[in-house]
């Protein structure tokens, strides 16, 4: 068969008209390749990595040291929520990464002299197979096994509410009132909440009271606060849920679990805490 001679087509008219054709022309970012080998190095979540490109963006891409950021930009340019950012900022802030400046108006900037940044060899960052993962979402069955581990043992003896069990009953108690007690340092160690250090006498009798109820469900319960900011600090009194309000009583996590902290502000106000 012979061939014949096929002119080129232009690459729009087979690739499409909408594909991405970034131009350095346009816009780009002069970064030192010190930093850029840092960052190759250094370990973020992603959702830190999303609000530290908005930063750089915003100042690097417009030959800034420092921008003042609004969360709204954040928002949109990360599609993340405003509670994500948020918490993301203040992660990055304590890790030295970035510099946030209140002095007259709120400004962001990225901390260029890396060797003040967290030091990630130390014990703040754990490289064993059984760390939780730092998306939002917990590995609970993972933290169960954890619970034998030295340190919730230590955490556990040092609670003098508690007796030595005497029989394989009371052992089953303890064991699954310890489960609750990692459960709930791990939530409140990622949203910046207050953590419970003994299992006291009133927090195991109040505990134990919720257990038997059919709507207590406690992985339920922290899933369904993470969806309402209002419990997260969101709000006029910056008030923030802990454990002992949890299971304080039998209608307070039924109100979280039937997202009566998600309502609008105005409705908010009237929410009894």
């Known amino acids: 068969m012979q061939s014949r001679n096929l002119p080129m087509l232009p690459a729009h008219s087979y690739l499409g008209t909408n594909m991405a054709n970034p131009q350095k022309e346009n816009g780009h970012l002069q970064i030192s390749n010190d930093i850029v080998d840092k960052f190759c190095k250094y370990r973020l979540s992603g959702e830190e990595w999303k609000v530290l490109w908005v930063i750089i963006r915003k100042t690097y891409g417009f030959n800034k040291k420092s921008d003042k950021i609004s969360l709204s930009q954040f928002v949109k340019l990360t599609e993340m929520k405003r509670t994500n950012v948020i ?28 060797d003040k940044w967290e030091d990630q060899t130390s014990s703040q960052i754990e490289t064993s197979p059984n760390r939780l993962s730092t998306s939002s979402h917990i590995d609970y069955k993972l933290v169960a096994k954890q619970i034998q581990t030295k340190d919730i043992k230590d955490t556990i003896q040092k609670t003098t509410t508690l007796q030595t069990p005497t029989s394989s009953s009371e052992e089953n108690i303890i064991s699954t009132n310890k489960t609750y007690l990692v459960i709930w340092n791990k939530f409140a160690e990622y949203h910046n909440l207050s953590k419970i ?49 949890i299971i304080k009583n039998d209608d307070n996590y039924v109100k979280i679990l039937e997202m009566k902290y998600g309502a609008s502000e105005p409705q908010r106000k009237n929410i009894k805490l």
Do not use: A
Request: glycine letters at 2%; charged letters at 40%.
């Open 87 to 114: 918490r993301s900022l203040k992660k990055l802030v304590n890790k030295k990464v970035i510099k946030k400046d209140t002095t007259y108006t709120t400004t962001y900037s990225l901390v260029k002299d890396y």
């Open 197 to 245: 250090n003994t299992l006291t006498k009133p927090r195991l009798e109040k505990l134990s009271v919720r257990k038997k109820e059919k709507c207590f469900d406690f992985k339920e319960i922290l899933g369904k606060v993470e969806k309402q900011s209002f419990m997260l600090g969101d709000n006029d009194r910056k008030w923030k849920v802990d454990f002992d309000w």
